[in-house]
T-cell receptor, first 115, second 115 residues
Framework: SAVISQKPSRDICQRGTSLTIQCQVD?????MFWYRQQPGQSLTLIAT?????????ESGFVIDKFPISRPNLTFSTLTVSNMSPEDSSIYLC????????????FGPGTRLTVT | AQKITQTQPGMFVQEKEAVTLDCTYD???????LFWYKQPSSGEMIFLIY??????QNATEGRYSLNFQKARKSANLVISASQLGDSAMYFC????????????FGAGTTVTVRA
């Protein structure tokens, strides 16, 4: 399985500000995804991070609010822009590895609180 | 559209006993995968087991087994010999091959193991 790290692990931010979350994988992976888990809820896919091109967003999520970068096969960032208390969630990146087929592994998550 | 249903919000199980977590899904795609994840209170998502739609055998991983009934569109997780450390939230998820295995998650089931 891939070893995935995320930074920061948690943060408390003021409304109106932005936070960039980093996701680092210890090996090259084909697919990287970003999910959001609102308090007491299940996970919802935000977008697929595409290497070298614009991310593919799911319905209800837009690039202006959640810009994503993926400069190479092991790293991606998600920015939560112009935050409001409704953005308080756990943000998780996941990867699908070439060697293990369709198994998907998640990073430890970033717990964001917006005040 | 794909939908994952977990009807059990919470379950209690006695230590050393087995527990079955229900999951049904709905898709018209012939090629898909079913996943189970464990989420302890720390928030990380731990991959447990994967079942492909074309797999003839039910998947097993240690104390975890997946009871896959394709015609009924169910993919129940069985945890045998429960341990106190199994207390967590468990999520069922599905990804379709035609959609790069982007995951849709069920609402989750909280399992509490009693000593």
């Amino acid at each position: 399985s891939a070893v995935i790290s995320q930074k920061p692990s948690r943060d408390i931010c003021q409304r109106g500000t932005s936070l960039t979350i980093q996701c680092q994988v210890d090996s090259q992976v084909t697919m990287m995804f970003w999910y959001r888990q609102q308090p007491g809820q299940s996970l919802t896919l935000i977008a697929t991070a595409n290497q070298g091109s614009e991310a593919t967003y799911e319905s209800g999520f837009v690039i202006d609010k959640f810009p994503i970068s993926r400069p190479n096969l092991t790293f991606s960032t998600l920015t939560v822009s112009n935050m409001s208390p409704e953005d308080s969630s756990i943000y998780l990146c996941s990867v699908s590895t070439v060697t293990t087929g369709y198994e998907q592994y998640f990073g430890p998550g970033t717990r964001l609180t917006v005040t | 559209a794909q939908k994952i249903t977990q009807t059990q919000p919470g379950m209690f199980v006695q230590e050393k006993e087995a527990v079955t977590l229900d999951c049904t899904y709905d898709t018209s795609d012939p090629s898909y995968g079913l996943f189970w994840y464990k989420q302890p209170s720390s928030g990380e998502m731990i991959f447990l087991i994967y079942q492909g739609s074309y797999d003839q055998q039910n998947a097993t991983e240690g104390r975890y087994s997946l009871n896959f009934q394709k015609a009924r569109k169910s993919a129940n997780l069985v945890i045998s010999a429960s341990q106190l450390g199994d207390s967590a939230m468990y999520f069922c998820a599905m990804g379709r091959r035609s959609n790069d295995y982007k995951l849709s998650f069920g609402a989750g089931t909280t399992v509490t193991v009693r000593a």
